[in-house]
Structures are given as structure tokens and as C-alpha cells.
């Protein structure tokens, strides 16, 4: 299955998706009430960012800059962009932006601990 046009999205949903419930759920147990806000906030801008990047490959392929093997994925397309392309912007921006609400958060916890202690 692996060498079809399945294995581009095997492959990419299995790397992201226990990624990405693993960040969610540290993220809601850091955030709690908060969560639904951070996500929203977190959550929009990835996917704005993931939908310039595949508008940018769409321009890519137009002009031949390059293109993708035929048999290598489903054959969906959204314009010139293979539907797993579209997904690994998507993805990857949710994996980034996620991150990065973790991390401002192990920041506000590290502050808050240092600010106890002196």
C-alpha cells in the first residue's frame, strides 16, 4: 500500500495527526477554560497560513516551477495542488501554530514560578 496513491496521505496523516491530539491535549489541560480561545486564536491563522501556501504551489505548478509524479496520490485536486498537498500546508501550520501556544504557555508558567520564588 505503501508504493499506491494512498501513501502520501498514509504517510502524512501519520505523523500529524498523534502530533497534533497530543499538543491539543497538553494545550486544553494547560489552558482549561481558556482553551476554547487559544485554539480559535491559534487554529485561524494556521489555516489562512496553509491556504497561502498552497495558493503560492498552485502558482508554482502553473508555472512549471514543478510539478508532482502521476499515481503518487488520490488525484483530487484543488486547482493544480494534490488534495495531500493542500493537507501537509494545512497540517504543518496547525503542528507550527500549536506549538507556539505551547510554548508562550511553558513561558507564562516558567514566570510565574520564577516571580514566586524571589
Known amino acids: 500500500m505503501m508504493e ?8 502524512l496523516l501519520g505523523w500529524t495527526l498523534p502530533l497534533i491530539l497530543f499538543q491539543t491535549v497538553v494545550l486544553v489541560r494547560h489552558y482549561k477554560e481558556r482553551s476554547g480561545a487559544v485554539l480559535r486564536a491559534v487554529l485561524v491563522p494556521a489555516f489562512i ?20 509524479g502521476e499515481g503518487l496520490h488520490l488525484g483530487i485536486y484543488l486547482g493544480l495542488v494534490p488534495l495531500e498537498e493542500v493537507l501537509f500546508f494545512l497540517l504543518t ?8 501556544a505551547l510554548f508562550t504557555g511553558l513561558v507564562e508558567l516558567l514566570t510565574k514560578k520564577e516571580a514566586r520564588a524571589s
Open 4 to 11: 499506491t496513491r494512498w501513501a502520501y496521505l498514509i504517510h
Open 49 to 68: 497560513i496553509g491556504i497561502y501556501l498552497a495558493v503560492a504551489d498552485h502558482l508554482a505548478i502553473s508555472t512549471g516551477i514543478w510539478n508532482f
Open 93 to 100: 501550520s496547525v503542528l507550527v501554530s500549536l506549538g507556539l
